[in-house]
Nanobody, 121 residues
Framework: VQLQASGGGLVQAGGSLRLSCAAS?????MGWFRQAPGKDREFVAA????????YYADSVKGRFTISRDNEKNTVYLQMNSLRPDDTAVYYC??????????????????WGQGTQVTVSS
């Protein structure tokens, strides 16, 4: 299984970015996590294998939207109204089985290489 994340960059506060993550293999739940300098990795958003069930961290609810296209084996994270505290390396991840808590890091067996998102004030 390989995951390739893309779409990060530098944006001003209030702006938008869309991250993409192409994943090979069978469709399981997928998630996005982020890690800012000096901080622990934190959950951002996740969706079930069908894309019907979605989960968000409180800090991004109403601003970020996760979606997936299983025909393209790709999951997306649309990020709107970005704030400086959204600055982090964003990682996509793929779960290893069905039915586990997609908000928790140990659920995921496969991780992408990370893409930097920087939001300037």
């Amino acid at each position: 299984v390989q995951l390739q994340a893309s779409g990060g960059g530098l944006v001003q506060a209030g702006g938008s970015l869309r991250l993409s993550c192409a994943a090979s293999g069978k469709a399981y739940g997928m998630g996005w996590f982020r890690q800012a300098p000096g901080k622990d990795r934190e959950f951002v958003a996740a969706c079930s294998w069908s894309g019907i069930s979605t989960y968000y961290a409180d800090s991004v609810k109403g601003r970020f939207t996760i979606s997936r296209d299983n025909e393209k084996n790709t999951v997306y994270l649309q990020m709107n109204s970005l704030r400086p505290d959204d600055t982090a390396v964003y990682y996509c991840a793929k779960a290893k089985v069905y039915g586990m808590d997609l908000t928790q890091g140990p659920t995921y067996a496969y991780w992408g290489q990370g893409t930097q998102v920087t939001v300037s004030s």
